[in-house]
């Protein structure tokens, strides 16, 4: 079912969205070479503590384990859903940090006493979460990136934006997924199938699923209140990719080893048009 964000929902998924977007701004300066990607988790998880808000990723149902951590840590050739773990960035290397969170206003919880390492449960305070929900995931080139980075980066950001423009009433899903395969393909890249935009709240995933390919004037009609996120996934070969069932269950990879790029903002549909809810405050802003 789709619901439609009433203004004080959407109020406070701004909120929730402006601690996400600290995060990333701070992550710009913390990332760099010969940092440990563990300490991206560490730090994410002490602003959640000091913020009171819930990490919501921690607990989500997996085919081999419930996800464990505040943060997805996605390098390289990883698309996505990667774990944070001990690994020192190098020059050149292409991180993908992703999050959803929860703020929590009403005082039903204190965040700073929670363990976060006991994901049953985490896993329980994420299914009883009610309140404002952010999900941003941004793309960080660790030191100087190549051309072959550089260029991911900017298409894959423009795709981001290319989508958003068309996330207006009355126009269709498959508007935003027509508009991001255009200009990615248009440029040699591959746009991944397998993991598309959502709805947000009252759970972080909702319906409508929002692909990132597709065709114009096709899909469902965008209404006035839906809260949706954009979250492309461009690779520098093949669309298509791989779980890690070997190894955590969890890290999905370009098929063939190519590189992998993904921005993700969520915003909500106005009247006059898109609203960024995890803006950074300094891109392309609607």
């Not at 809260?227 to 063939?256: A, C, Q």
Request: net charge negative; glycine share 10%.
């Amino acid at each position: 079912m789709i619901t439609l964000k009433s203004q004080r929902e959407v109020e406070q998924m701004d909120r929730a969205g402006n601690v996400l977007a600290d995060i990333h701004i701070h992550l710009r300066d913390m990332i760099k070479p010969g940092l440990d990607m563990w300490a991206i988790e560490e730090y994410v998880r002490k602003v959640c503590k000091e913020k009171n808000v819930l990490p919501l990723q921690i607990g989500v149902d997996g085919e081999m384990t419930d996800f464990p951590y505040a943060t997805c840590c996605s390098l390289n050739d990883e698309v996505a859903h990667a774990f944070p773990r001990h690994y020192i960035l190098k020059d050149g290397d292409l991180i993908k940090v992703d999050m959803v969170l929860g703020l929590v206003e009403d005082g039903s919880l204190d965040v700073s006493k929670l363990d976060f390492d006991n994901v049953p449960e985490m896993k329980k305070h994420m299914e009883a979460f009610s309140g404002g929900i952010a999900d941003s995931c941004w793309a960080y080139a660790v030191g100087t990136p190549s051309d072959e980075v550089k260029n991911l980066m900017d298409v894959t950001r423009e795709c981001l934006y290319l989508g958003i423009e068309q996330a207006k009433v009355g126009n269709r899903l498959g508007d935003i997924g027509a508009a991001i395969q255009e200009y990615a393909e248009s440029r040699g890249y591959g746009v991944v199938r397998d993991l598309v935009g959502h709805g947000v709240g009252p759970t972080m995933h909702e319906e409508p699923l929002v692909p990132h390919y597709g065709r114009a004037g096709r899909g469902l009609r965008l209404r006035e209140g839906m809260v949706l996120t954009i979250e492309p996934m461009i690779s520098t070969g093949t669309w298509e990719v791989k779980t890690d069932y070997d190894g955590d269950g969890w890290t999905i990879r370009t098929r063939d080893g190519g590189l992998s790029c993904q921005y993700e903002h969520q915003f909500v549909i106005t009247k006059d048009g898109p609203v960024i809810l995890t803006s950074q405050g300094e891109e392309r802003t609607y």
